[in-house]
């Protein structure tokens, strides 16, 4: 097994990925700020470390020794790049670089990159898209992480870093924090919750690829106990659902007939993003995925244990 890093430890995907690596065997080091709460993962013997991601320093301290390094750390969202485009370049791909640099340092033997499956391929019409279609990114957030992808090929070319890059579709459940402008299961769970209305933008057509965050760490821990082929790989469901059957599955769940209320579509939304998963089932096989319903049932049980608590 191997020394594994997590950039993010502390995160919504972050700390599930720290729980799977560590059941897997690696010994884990997770790296987040940690500053405003205790750890989020639930694995016991992982090395804590205290840092910012945006210290040159602090990465290279964390990186040192490490065999496997996991960047799963974002300073922005869709939300916050679009309101600000330069502070996506100016945080999350500069210091990407710098953390590519620290790795090379370092000797890492691979770097797995948590990029986005949904809207990298931009509004192209398709029904499904493999990883060889062509990326047409229309919003900041998206074009920052397809810049950090060529980056990667730039270092893997040059400076021999292997890395993977994984285009995960639009991961929910447990952990994930309701209160940020990210996600709409988690974000309308909350609303249900509080007796609120629910947002919905347009009316209800637009179709994501929705994945619950136990079968992508599933997915990941696979990838990285395999050889993976390609250095990159699409992480999805590879079923598509509108915001309407969405909504009623929420319904369906929590019980709760709840008020909707429409909101203009933003113009960097895709209508439709699903992800073909052909090449990671072709390499590593199919898994079990959990349902929409199963996963929105533990994802409302956290979120109303939280506001009562």
Do not use: W
Not at 78 to 101: F, H, K, M, S, Y
Not at 181 to 186: K, T
């Amino acid at each position: 097994m191997a020394k594994a890093l997590v950039i993010g430890a502390n995160g919504f995907l972050g700390s599930h990925l720290v729980d799977a690596l560590s059941g897997a065997g690696h010994r884990v080091t997770a790296f987040d700020r940690f500053s405003s709460q205790e750890p989020t993962f639930d694995a016991t013997g992982v090395t804590i470390v205290r840092g910012e991601f945006l210290s040159r320093g602090d990465l290279e301290a964390a990186v040192a020794g490490q065999q496997l390094v996991f960047h799963f750390l974002s300073s922005t969202n869709p939300a916050t790049a679009e309101n600000d485009p330069t502070l996506d370049i100016r945080t999350n791909v500069a210091q990407t670089v710098e953390l590519l640099e620290a790795c090379v340092a370092a000797g890492t033997e691979h770097l797995y990159f948590a990029s986005t499956g949904g809207a990298i391929y931009g509004p192209q019409g398709r029904s499904e898209y493999v990883e060889d279609d062509h990326t047409l990114p229309v919003s900041p957030y998206a074009i920052g992480k397809l810049a950090i992808e060529n980056y990667l090929r730039y270092f893997r070319t040059v400076h021999g870093l292997n890395s993977t890059i994984l285009r995960i579709s639009n991961p929910y459940g447990t952990r994930q924090r309701a209160h940020r402008r990210q996600g709409l299961i988690p974000i309308a769970l909350r609303q249900i919750a509080l007796g609120l209305a629910v947002d919905r933008f347009g009316d209800g057509s637009m179709v994501r690829d929705y994945l619950y965050v136990e079968d992508l760490v599933s997915m990941i821990g696979t990838l990285v106990a395999g050889t993976p082929r390609f250095d990159t790989y699409n992480l999805g469901s590879g079923t598509g659902h509108s915001v309407t059957q969405i909504l009623d599955a929420l319904r369906r769940v929590t019980d709760v007939d709840f008020e909707i209320r429409q909101l203009a579509v933003p113009p960097t939304f895709v209508d439709r993003v699903v992800l073909d998963t052909s090449r990671f089932r072709t390499e590593f096989g199919a898994m079990p995925l959990t349902t929409l319903d199963e996963g929105i049932r533990r994802t409302y049980r956290e979120i109303k244990g939280q506001l009562s608590a």
